[in-house]
């Protein structure tokens, strides 16, 4: 790594958001520890970065749902070689389906994922960002925190947490020069949607987004030091309806919007 230089931590890098993101840090002279399972992907994303942008990246293959993977990407967090000045919690896992017909291992995975990951990496980096004086976090959430989503009952919860989680953050951490700020996308090109097994055909094309706009976004509020980012007008008008209305009217918005299960 080159001394001197921002190092960004972005977990997820190997697909969608995160891979924007690694892009995006990597454009802008960051140097780079980008994590994820898939090591072969991560290894092409750090020559690409390594050669377009003379980025220094290192590689962290990691599982963030089982303890080994956790307890390396924390031992990064915490160590100063070189310390690390933005992490930005992006890697999530959606289940689609009834609650009760899922399998359980993968809520809970997911839950491990979305919500203890995020936890543990936050309270790992935030020690040296607060003696330092300076960096941040930044969360990937959804705009699906901002009503109950029926058919991705876990994934909404898990949300929801990311984005109270993080906006309490932001406000502990006022005057410390440290901040944590919250990303919620709406419906965005990646693998996602795939890997969660929803059928996205339905989806209006004038709903989704491309990973690099949302990131743009993202590293713009950041740099405005925002508590939270939402992506795209459409989305923002959704947070404000979501926010305005009683749950119980939204719940049943989100409950008729997401394709059936039979
Ligand atoms: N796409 C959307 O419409 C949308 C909307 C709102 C919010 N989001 C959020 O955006 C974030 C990024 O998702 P994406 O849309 O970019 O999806 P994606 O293309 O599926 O990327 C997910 C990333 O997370 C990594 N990951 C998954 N399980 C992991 C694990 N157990 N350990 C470590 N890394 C793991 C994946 O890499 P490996 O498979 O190599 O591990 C991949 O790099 C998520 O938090 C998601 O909830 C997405």
Redesign the pocket.
């Known amino acids: 790594m080159n001394m001197g230089k921002p190092v960004a931590l972005v977990?997820?890098?190997?697909?969608?958001?995160?891979?924007?993101f690694a892009r995006a840090l990597a454009a802008r002279g960051d140097d780079l520890v980008v994590?994820?399972?898939?090591e072969t992907?991560?290894e092409e994303l750090a020559e690409t970065l390594e050669k377009e942008h003379g980025s220094a990246v290192e590689v962290l293959a990691?599982?963030?749902?089982?303890k080994k993977?956790m307890a390396v990407v924390e031992a990064r967090l915490e160590s100063a070689e070189p310390p690390i000045d933005l992490l930005v919690?992006?890697?999530?896992?959606?289940t689609y389906g009834k609650f009760a017909e899922l399998p359980r291992e993968a809520e809970a995975?997911e839950v491990?994922?979305?919500v203890l990951?995020v936890v543990q990496l936050s309270h790992a980096a935030l020690p040296g960002l607060i003696e330092r004086g300076r960096g941040g976090i930044i969360n990937?959430?959804?705009?699906?925190c901002y009503q109950p989503t029926p058919l991705n009952a876990t994934?909404g919860g898990t949300?929801a947490f990311v984005t109270s989680f993080s906006q309490a953050l932001h406000e502990e951490l006022r005057g410390t020069g440290v901040n944590v700020m919250v990303?919620?996308?709406?419906?965005?090109?990646?693998?996602?949607?795939?890997?969660?097994g929803l059928d996205?055909g339905s989806v209006p094309s004038f709903l989704?987004q491309q990973?690099e706009p949302v990131v743009d976004a993202a590293l713009r509020a950041y740099g405005h030091g925002r508590a939270v980012c939402i992506p795209g007008a459409l989305n923002q008008a959704g947070a404000v309806f979501s926010s305005a209305m009683p749950a119980g009217v939204t719940r049943r918005i989100a409950g008729a919007v997401l394709p059936r299960v039979e």
């Open positions: 977990t997820g890098a190997s697909s969608g958001i995160g891979a924007a994590v994820a399972r898939d992907r991560l990691a599982d963030l749902t089982s993977g919690n992006n890697a999530g896992m959606g995975r491990r994922l979305n990951s990937v959430s959804s705009l699906a994934y949300k990303l919620c996308p709406g419906f965005t090109r990646t693998e996602f949607q795939e890997r969660a996205s989704w990973p």
